[in-house]
């Protein structure tokens, strides 16, 4: 049964940091590429960053580059989002997905099969 379980959400202030983890269990994990994706209420999911299954090749939102990084280490089966510069329009919640390793980064949720079940982050002004 494979489970994603993500932590490290939280308040914050405007300005601030967090680094959420997201550990992987039940699956391969070094076979997988993993993202972040978030969702604000009464908006849609949307894609934040991706990295593939080696680490080497990463992908962001514009909304986060340069703001947040994305990292896995594969000896702990955890990937990693951290998070500076926050905003308030960061707050959501956020939610780790896998899928199986592939020569591109996809940003589409719909190509993700497994999902955590969320961490929320809001950020106050």
């Known amino acids: 049964q494979v489970q994603l379980v993500e932590s490290g959400g939280g308040l914050v202030q405007a300005g601030g940091s967090l680094r959420l983890s997201c550990a992987a269990s039940?699956?391969?994990?070094?076979?997988?590429?993993m993202a972040w994706f978030r969702q604000a209420p009464g908006k849609e999911r949307e894609f934040v960053a991706a990295?593939?299954?080696?680490?080497?090749?990463?992908n962001y939102a514009d909304s986060v580059k340069g703001r947040f990084t994305i990292s896995r280490d594969n000896t702990k089966n955890t990937v990693y989002l951290q998070m500076d510069s926050l905003k308030p329009e960061d707050t959501a919640v956020y939610y780790c997905?896998?899928?199986?390793?592939?020569?591109?980064?996809?940003?589409?949720?719909?190509?993700?099969?497994?999902w955590g079940q969320g961490t929320q982050v809001t950020v106050s002004s």
């Open positions: 997905a896998a899928r199986y390793l592939s020569s591109l980064i996809y940003t589409s949720g719909a190509t993700y099969g497994y």
């Open positions: 039940g699956l391969t994990f070094i076979r997988h590429d």
């Open positions: 990295i593939i299954w080696g680490g080497g090749t990463t």
